[in-house]
């Protein structure tokens, strides 16, 4: 991860990756300013565009065609990602509560996060429908149902709930792509039916009469039952009842109807209309406090009101963006004006669709094609980011509403900074950091952090030999709160590979300079990580020296006890053992290919649930299992591990790469050439193959060289241990586990490495 040169004065931060939220990473990417960093606080990282949804559940789209990668535009517009959900808002301290994490501070704050159906209202709606929206909570819902289709028998009613334009459009679009899917199957396309209620007697309420027309001629032709005037009050188990008490069976129970806001923004104190939206003024600040604003859905415009449709949040995203600006530097806002009239573009399914503004409706196949054009050329502003020219270099003072104290702290972050011990970050500023974590207290810690003095001391239990080990590096991950967590548990892999139990651990960190607030706030996300994981493991953190640089560091000299009779070590492998790697790898060429735009989110969200995963369990597994070689896969990738573990044991390897478990995306990264910067140094261990020229082709070669960050555990486990092993660590949560090879007796050939395809 690239650092700026200037220091971080002002955040911004946004909750919910909404359309005008993705208007403004996008924007402020485009035309960054000196000294603001933008915050993105989304829980998922793919967000889908609605637009485009019908169309993907008729099946005319893929998921990425209809989803905006986040994490890819946070790296673009060079805004920290936050994978996390936003459950309250300290305005009194300016932070963001969120759900799993430590709190986020801002300087500006904007919610666009949409709204959510009022299945709350009805009863057993919460328990037997499902909402439309949040999206992504519908989609996987889609996905099962388009599974559970291969083995339905009979009729499968779904019934959709709300006769508005979503409500409609979703119906014929998933009776679209469930025909074809029961016709592909050989099935009766018929017996998916379709069931529309509406508790008026209009449907497409908003739209002019010529538009309601068609579409109720188009359901009718499609054999969709449209139940109008029925207002569904009971929905139980596969059975929706009416206020008339008339009954309905359904298999499927989507919600469609008009939504509400967030339950949680109403602890806020934030002005909330009668359904639970933010009420903001023309410049899209909020009633209540000119430091938060609010776009899209969520918001209501006290003086334009408005139906809730994604063309509004859409258009908004630019008028959001510049008064944000506008905002960081103190200058005046302007006010925005919605239109009156807006055109809707509104699908039937099968690639004809209906445009419809005012009075004005047309439709046709055509109508079908202009909306495609329109959505693709949308979604290519977010999904071909264009390559930017590097950091601006100009004042990172200039133009940004500063207090004296404040701009005093910039001029000092900029200037020529004290090297020495001056370089240490201030005492203050670490105290008040580090006051609210509680790592924890061990017994045989009898000088620590709970009791801070020049220098740690720990007692070493009678019989047991004490473990040393030592890893620091710097940050890969915009989050510092994660990459505490990834660093702490990179620096445990030792310890537990070797089978010591974790004491003691003493940090050392690097933070950017800036404001004091800043590094303040970064120290504590960081250690906040840090101390989590250390504390989950039961290794207490008993010290540590913290220092400014250019990038954010961290590492820990870590220590531990052992049986010094069952140490785990690198020289313990036997002919007839099998090799077993508890994680997939990947971790180096997915996070070389991070920043450079080439990886999807989802795969670094793999990459990064794997890096949080602790070898703790795996290691007494093993253990268990009778393995007495075993090393934690780390900076030297696969191959250089195994090597450093054949040599001592006087041994020889085979590998099978097709058998190595890999994190998704690092073939397709890999495979472009995109490397971590470490591959070359690992790939001089190719001397130690002996059928190089075989395999060197092979889409997983260059994984063999791949250096990991957290990665799993590489053991050599006795035959007859090995499938009761490998199935107890799947157990343990170690679900990528695989034999990936086996030991052999050391043969004439000098390299002791065999690949096999």
């Known amino acids: 991860m690239d650092q700026p040169d200037q220091p971080v004065l002002r955040d911004i931060v946004l909750i919910g990756g909404g359309h005008s939220h993705v208007g403004v990473l996008r924007n402020f990417a485009m035309n960054p300013i000196p000294g603001v960093r933008l915050n993105l606080i989304c829980r998922d990282t793919h967000t889908p565009y609605s637009g485009m949804l019908p169309g993907y559940i008729a099946g005319h789209y893929s998921y990425d065609d209809v989803h905006i990668d986040l994490s890819r535009l946070a790296e673009f517009a060079g805004a920290r990602f936050y994978r996390s959900e936003a459950i309250d808002i300290d305005r009194t301290n300016q932070r963001v509560i969120c759900r799993d994490r430590p709190a986020i501070p801002y300087d500006l704050l904007s919610i666009n996060i949409g709204s959510t159906p009022r299945v709350d209202q009805v009863a057993g709606a919460e328990d037997h429908s499902v909402p439309v929206k949040p999206i992504n909570r519908f989609n996987n819902r889609w996905q099962t149902l388009l599974e559970r289709m291969e083995n339905h028998e009979g009729e499968l009613n779904v019934a959709v709930v709300g006769g508005g334009a979503g409500g409609v459009e979703l119906t014929l679009a998933m009776q679209y792509r469930l025909r074809n899917e029961l016709g592909a199957m050989g099935k009766d396309p018929e017996a998916a039916r379709f069931h529309l209620f509406n508790a008026s007697d209009q449907l497409l309420p908003t739209h002019n009469s010529s538009v309601r027309r068609r579409f109720e001629s188009v359901l009718q032709e499609r054999g969709v039952n449209v139940h109008e005037r029925t207002r569904i009050e009971q929905v139980n188990d596969r059975q929706l009842v009416a206020s008339s008490g008339a009954t309905f069976e359904a298999d499927e129970v989507l919600w469609v109807t008009q939504a509400g806001g967030a339950e949680w923004l109403t602890g806020t104190g934030l002005e909330l209309d009668e359904g639970g939206f933010i009420r903001v003024r023309d410049t899209l600040q909020t009633v209540t406090d000119p430091n938060i604003f609010a776009a899209g859905d969520i918001a209501t415009m006290i003086n334009h009101p408005r139906e809730k449709a994604g063309v509004f949040a859409v258009r908004q995203g630019k008028p959001l963006a510049e008064n944000l600006r506008r905002a960081v530097h103190g200058k005046a806002l302007k006010d925005y004006h919605p239109q009156k009239q807006w055109l809707a573009l509104i699908s039937t399914g099968d690639q004809y669709a209906v445009a419809s503004r005012g009075s004005f409706g047309v439709a046709g196949e055509w109508v079908w094609r202009w909306k495609d054009w329109i959505d693709r050329r949308f979604m290519a502003k977010f999904n071909n980011l264009p390559a930017m020219s590097e950091d601006s270099k100009d004042d990172p003072t200039s133009g940004i509403a500063l207090s004296s104290e404040e701009a005093q702290q910039a001029i000092s972050a900029v200037a020529m900074r004290c090297g020495g011990c001056g370089a240490k970050v201030g005492s203050t500023v670490l105290s008040r950091a580090l006051n609210s974590l509680q790592p924890i207290e061990r017994d045989d810690v009898l000088v620590g952090l709970h009791a801070p003095d020049d220098a740690a001391v720990v007692r070493v239990p009678d019989g047991m030999a004490m473990v040393h080990t030592v890893d620091f590096f710097r940050a890969f991950i915009d989050d510092p709160y994660?990459?505490?967590?990834?660093?702490?548990?990179?620096?445990?892999?030792?310890?537990?590979?070797?089978?010591?139990?974790?004491?003691?651990?003493?940090?050392?960190?690097?933070?950017?300079?800036?404001?004091?607030?800043?590094?303040?706030?970064?120290?504590?996300?960081?250690?906040?990580?840090?101390?989590?994981?250390?504390?989950?493991?039961?290794?207490?953190?008993?010290?540590?020296?913290?220092?400014?640089?250019?990038?954010?560091?961290?590492?820990?000299?870590?220590?531990?006890?052992?049986?010094?009779?069952?140490?785990?070590?690198?020289?313990?492998?036997?002919?007839?053992?099998?090799?077993?790697?508890?994680?997939?790898?990947?971790?180096?060429?997915?996070?070389?290919?991070?920043?450079?735009?080439?990886?999807?989110?989802?795969?670094?969200?793999?990459?990064?649930?794997?890096?949080?995963?602790?070898?703790?369990?795996?290691?007494?597994?093993?253990?268990?299992?009778?393995?007495?070689?075993?090393?934690?896969?780390?900076?030297?990738?696969?191959?250089?591990?195994?090597?450093?573990?054949?040599?001592?044991?006087?041994?020889?390897?085979?590998?099978?790469?097709?058998?190595?478990?890999?994190?998704?995306?690092?073939?397709?990264?890999?495979?472009?050439?995109?490397?971590?910067?470490?591959?070359?140094?690992?790939?001089?261990?190719?001397?130690?193959?002996?059928?190089?020229?075989?395999?060197?082709?092979?889409?997983?070669?260059?994984?063999?060289?791949?250096?990991?960050?957290?990665?799993?555990?590489?053991?050599?486990?006795?035959?007859?241990?090995?499938?009761?092993?490998?199935?107890?660590?799947?157990?343990?949560?170690?679900?990528?586990?695989?034999?990936?090879?086996?030991?052999?007796?050391?043969?004439?050939?000098?390299?002791?490495?065999l690949l096999n395809p």
């Not at 082709?697 to 957290?710: E, I, S, V």
């Open 482 to 753: 994660i990459f505490g967590q990834v660093a702490a548990n990179h620096s445990l892999g030792d310890l537990f590979a070797m089978g010591a139990e974790a004491q003691s651990a003493t940090a050392v960190a690097t933070v950017p300079y800036g404001l004091e607030s800043k590094v303040e706030d970064v120290v504590y996300q960081m250690m906040a990580g840090a101390v989590q994981t250390l504390n989950e493991a039961g290794c207490a953190l008993v010290g540590g020296h913290t220092g400014e640089g250019k990038e954010l560091a961290l590492g820990f000299a870590a220590n531990g006890y052992i049986d010094p009779d069952t140490v785990m070590s690198k020289g313990g492998m036997k002919p007839g053992d099998v090799l077993i790697l508890t994680k997939p790898v990947g971790t180096g060429t997915l996070f070389a290919a991070h920043p450079r735009l080439e990886a999807k989110g989802r795969w670094i969200d793999s990459a990064l649930a794997s890096m949080l995963v602790s070898n703790q369990k795996a290691a007494r597994c093993i253990h268990e299992h009778g393995a007495q070689a075993c090393t934690d896969v780390t900076g030297f990738g696969l191959l250089g591990h195994l090597v450093e573990m054949t040599r001592p044991s006087g041994v020889d390897a085979e590998l099978d790469l097709s058998a190595i478990p890999v994190l998704p995306g690092a073939e397709e990264t890999a495979a472009s050439g995109i490397l971590s910067s470490l591959q070359p140094a690992n790939v001089r261990l190719r001397r130690a193959i002996r059928n190089q020229e075989e395999v060197v082709n092979h889409p997983r070669y260059p994984l063999a060289f791949d250096p990991q960050t957290a990665g799993g555990l590489l053991a050599s486990v006795p035959a007859d241990q090995a499938d009761a092993c490998v199935a107890e660590l799947k157990a343990l949560g170690y679900p990528e586990t695989a034999v990936i090879g086996r030991v052999k007796e050391q043969g004439e050939a000098l390299e002791p490495i």
